[in-house]
């Protein structure tokens, strides 16, 4: 099987975070930790509304700095990293080519083979297969690539051919 697609900047942005929210300690975690900080930054705006002094906000000043940069970390890091990743060699056409061998990709810029025990799991995403060679490297392939036919055997070859833990 062959198919050719071309990553954009929003197909970064979701592997992110498809990746982002691989585990349940992964995906819940930062949501527990902010609602906590958020939780807490609440009680301290009601405690400064009701006592007005510079003491007060001193006093809470760090959970509303927390707060803040956890908001950034949850909602703009898979931007970031995205906008990081997307250098020359992501831009342009792709192809993969799947076969009892394992994987081979082209672009450009050159071409990687990875045979099947090269890959540690998959993920398969919303809109993407992520392909694991550690745990935090990964090849992004996009479900839009694929036919409907194409898409069913992509994922027969992953699960014959890739272990998940």
Partial sequence: MEVTYELTKADLVDSVKAHRNRSAFSRWFPRIFATIAFVAAGVGLLQMASDRTNQTFSNFAPIFVLAGLWAGIIWASPWLFAKRMFGPSLKGPRTIQVDAGGLHLGWSG???DFAWNNF???LEGKNHFL?????ASFTAVPKRAFGPQQLSEFRTILARNIQTP
């Fill in 120 to 122: 540690g799991r998959y």
């Fill in 110 to 112: 050159g071409k990687s």
């Fill in 131 to 135: 392909l694991y060679t550690s745990r």
